[in-house]
């Protein structure tokens, strides 16, 4: 069974502190591994996707990594604006489905 | 532009009473989605439609039905509602394998 796991479940940081979300994965055949943002009422908006171990994607503060276990999202010189939850999730091939499994995601609180 | 869209926003209902969510996008894309997402336990896959006809079960379906009711829309139903099934519920469409999803802003669903 696929399994993704965030860690932490929440972070506190002061502006400016740099700090990393992970996530790691149990995948058969890793098609793509997402990185999302859900501000409090709305739904999760898009950030990244990452396809293959190596591969790095970079957006503003935010750098995503990817290996064959795990995922980091590495948040450089954080302000308030960037406090949400962070989810990832995870699409293998399981029957041509394509369906993503997610993990349960990391609550950031950014301090100024 | 609207992308996703979900109605309404908020619900009250009492037990054993009936109501269906509406889902609609003008993405063009094949593939919808219906997740719950409670306190702690992440985004739950209740049921998707992979294209226009078809639908399948997730990880939750029970006490739930839907209806693809043609590419654009895709509609939730609770026939007998039950307090369990308090939730915040979301809407989500994806285009090609391997591509992300994109989420609505939710339906806020309580139940007395």
């Known amino acids: 069974e696929d399994q993704v796991t965030q860690s932490p479940e929440a972070l506190r940081l002061q502006e400016g502190e740099s700090s990393s979300l992970n996530c790691s994965y149990t995948v058969s055949g890793l098609r793509g591994l997402f990185w999302y943002r859900q501000d409090p009422g709305k739904g999760p908006e898009f950030l990244f996707t990452l396809y293959s171990a190596g591969e790095e994607k970079e957006k503003e503060r935010l750098k995503a990594t990817l290996t064959k276990k795990e995922s980091f999202l590495h948040i450089t010189a954080p302000k308030p604006e960037d406090s949400a939850t962070y989810l990832c999730?995870?699409?293998?091939?399981?029957?041509?489905?394509?369906?993503?499994?997610f993990g349960r995601g990391t609550s950031l609180i950014v301090h100024p | 532009n609207a992308g996703v869209t979900q109605t309404p926003k908020f619900q009250v209902l009492k037990t054993g009473q009936s109501m269906t969510l509406q889902c609609a996008q003008d993405?063009?894309?094949?593939?919808m989605y219906w997740y719950r997402q409670d306190p702690g336990m992440g985004l739950r896959l209740i049921y998707y439609s992979a294209s226009e006809g078809t639908t399948d079960k997730g990880e939750v379906p029970n006490g739930y039905n839907v209806s693809r009711l043609n590419k654009r829309e895709f509609s939730l139903r609770l026939e007998s509602a039950a307090p369990s099934q308090t939730s915040v519920y979301f809407c989500a469409t994806s285009g090609p394998p391997n591509q992300p999803q994109h989420f609505g802003d939710g339906t806020r669903l309580s139940i007395l």
């Open positions: 993405m063009n894309h094949n593939s």
């Open positions: 999730a995870v699409q293998a091939a399981q029957g041509g489905s394509y369906i993503p499994t």
